[in-house]
């Protein structure tokens, strides 16, 4: 407990009142427990999923070799002679990234840097609301729209290439338009940390207002821009319904955005949905795609907020 | 005569190449924020189809019949989503049963009692941090091997699918009470303290009372971040076809996204439509709640200023 210094009695007491607590307030170390206690849950989170991911894993990797499930490109999991080959879904899931930063590093950058360099105080207030909004969306709602709103016509748009009811490059846009606001919001309170000072000078040396966005702005909140788009990459790989709804569920190792291909995210999904009986390798598949899929979004995670720290320890 | 005609033209020069440059500049400038608010539009535009699409295409099946009638594979033109809806109900207030003692706990523990020099304490930080970024597909995961299976063995039932979303959306709420409370001057811990009130007392007693605003609007965002996740649920049983009404410890339920996206796998048109009356559904229940949130942390947020 860090009140105790202030609490104890000092060595030598004389002529000063006893400060000690009348009481030893066990009630008081019982709230401590309790609140340490509840604190300590989010640990045993992690150790939980951790767990949980690892030891179906080992049963896994018992059946297939490593080596296979990292360097393969087929995958048929539920099959007679079955590959595991997860780069098929990887692909997958690398493409619905690209695509969807495709959409969310310009259009979340540019709504950051009009919001905090050019934008009157009103539209600051009445957008910031907004953007709320759309990061409360649904990813069902964005899933449902992704298949039957913007599939159609993004094939409509690009009529020279084929679309199909299902395509992984679509369900990336989408992913795009969702995270739209973690690019803006974190890009946003990085330029925001930046000192006004810099950009008065820049100002005074007779900078237009593009030179000072551009030049002084936004070199300077660069970690923290950099952090809002690992960030946004990091939950494309982590999303599902609308990569389940609008992706497509053929398994393939491709990189043609017009193609239905599954990911590692929609094919947890899709098998979890079927009726998979526990300790076969099917059932196994869902954990080591799983433990894959936790490792690529831990890096990503722990590189974003090493980033965000560093812009706070300059400014802040 | 030579040299002020040499002047003026140099004057001239300079004066053009001033007012062209200055002319380019200014039209790249414009092009720039003209770019900026066009990805502005982009996001705005965005949100307002999907919001405007997704009413459109339910404009026909909005009923109060879709509280009412169960799902149907039949009978189309009847279908409905209350299981789906009660299960929502449902699984929503174990949520919130678990996560506000478990994340103003946590959180007072964080920003009250922890030392931050010491090493366990930075590591539950940095541990819910990291939280809040695992995906949440991945608690789906959990869910499965450990809660409806393994350690806790609770089975395929409502109350799962509860703990299954508060452990996701928990680090939401710790997040939202630390900054609450980090808002609270210290003055007042200080006044507490000195007038012989112990730790806990000065925390219950004048730390949290006003620090509830703050904490209410981090509940309310994580619930309506619960509300609307599906993909954990697929893995921990909200997948089955239901037609009568759940029940907390029996296995059988579903709740509103699933449901919406069993109807959005169909073939038949139809529940296409069906999909969309649900996702406006959510979207109204949702907004109305996010927008509760942000306009008491707004509400608030002034207050302190002022």
Do not use: C
Not at chain 1, 144 to 164: N, Q
């Amino acid at each position: 407990m860090t009140t105790s210094p202030d609490l104890a009695a000092p060595p030598d007491s004389g002529g000063l009142p006893n400060l000690r607590p009348s009481s030893p307030r066990y009630g008081e170390k019982i709230i401590f427990g309790i609140l340490a206690g509840s604190a300590v849950i989010s640990v045993a989170t992690t150790v939980a999923i951790v767990l949980s991911l690892i030891m179906p894993s080992l049963d896994f990797f018992r059946d297939v070799s490593i080596v296979e499930f990292l360097t393969g490109t087929e995958w048929s999991a539920g099959f007679q002679d079955a590959q595991y080959g997860v780069l098929a879904l990887l692909s997958g899931t690398i493409q619905v990234v690209f695509y969807s930063l495709l959409v969310s590093i310009p259009v979340g950058l540019g709504v950051a840097i009009y919001l905090n360099e050019y934008a009157p105080d009103w539209v600051r207030r009445a957008v910031t609301p907004v953007l709320e909004i759309l990061a409360g969306v649904p990813t069902v709602a964005i899933g449902l729209w992704a298949l039957y709103a913007l599939t159609p016509i993004v094939a409509d748009l690009l009529p020279f290439l084929e679309w199909g009811t299902y395509s992984i490059g679509v369900a990336g846009l989408a992913v795009g338009l969702m995270s739209v606001p973690i690019v803006s919001s974190v890009s946003q309170d990085a330029l925001r940390a930046v000192p006004d000072s810099l950009r008065q000078g820049a100002f005074a040396l007779g900078s237009t207002k593009r030179e000072v966005s551009i030049k002084i702005a936004v070199p300077a909140a660069f970690s923290g821009i950099v952090a809002s788009i690992i960030l946004a990459a990091s939950r494309a790989v982590g999303e599902t319904m609308i990569v389940l709804m609008a992706g497509g569920g053929r398994p393939q190792f491709t990189f043609d955005p017009t193609e239905p291909v599954l990911a590692m995210t929609s094919f947890i999904g899709q098998t979890a949905t079927g009726d998979i009986a526990a300790g076969t390798t099917t059932y196994d598949t869902i954990f080591a795609v799983g433990l894959l899929l936790f490792t690529i979004t831990l890096i990503l995670n722990m590189l974003a907020i090493r980033m965000v720290r560093r812009f706070r320890e300059v400014y802040e | 005569m030579k040299s002020p005609n040499l002047a003026a033209s140099g004057a001239a020069a300079a004066t053009e190449r001033g007012l062209l440059s200055n002319g380019r500049g200014k039209t790249v400038g414009t092009l720039f924020a003209s770019l900026l608010f066009f990805g502005l539009s982009v996001a705005m535009l965005g949100l307002a189809w999907l919001l405007v699409w997704s009413f459109l295409r339910a404009q026909g099946r909005l009923s109060w019949d879709l509280f009412t009638n169960p799902p149907s594979t039949l009978d189309i033109e009847s279908a409905g989503f209350r299981p789906a809806i009660l299960g929502t109900l449902m699984v929503m207030a174990f949520v919130f049963v678990v996560i506000v003692p478990l994340g103003v706990g946590a959180a007072i523990y964080l920003e009250e009692y922890a030392d931050r020099n010491r090493w366990y304490n930075r590591f539950i930080e940095l541990n819910i941090q990291n939280l809040a970024g695992v995906p949440a597909v991945v608690f789906g995961i959990l869910g499965l091997a450990f809660i409806a299976r393994g350690p806790f063995g609770l089975g395929f039932i409502p109350l799962t699918a509860s703990l299954t979303l508060a452990l996701l959306v928990l680090p939401t709420v710790i997040l939202a009470t630390r900054e609450a409370i980090r808002a609270v001057p210290d003055s007042i811990r200080q006044g507490s303290l000195a007038l012989g009130a112990t730790k806990w007392q000065t925390i219950s007693r004048q730390v949290l009372p006003v620090s509830i605003p703050g904490i209410t609007t981090g509940v309310i965002l994580a619930v309506s971040r619960a509300i609307g996740e599906a993909a954990p649920l697929l893995l921990v049983g909200a997948t089955t076809f239901v037609v009568f009404d759940p029940e907390l410890f029996n296995s059988g339920y579903t709740v509103l996204p699933v449901q919406i996206y069993q109807y959005a796998t169909r073939a038949q048109p139809e529940f296409h439509d069906l999909a969309a009356a649900g996702v406006v559904i959510m979207l109204i229940v949702l907004l109305t709640m996010n927008g509760f949130a942000i306009w008491l942390r707004n509400h608030f947020d002034k207050k302190r200023v002022g």
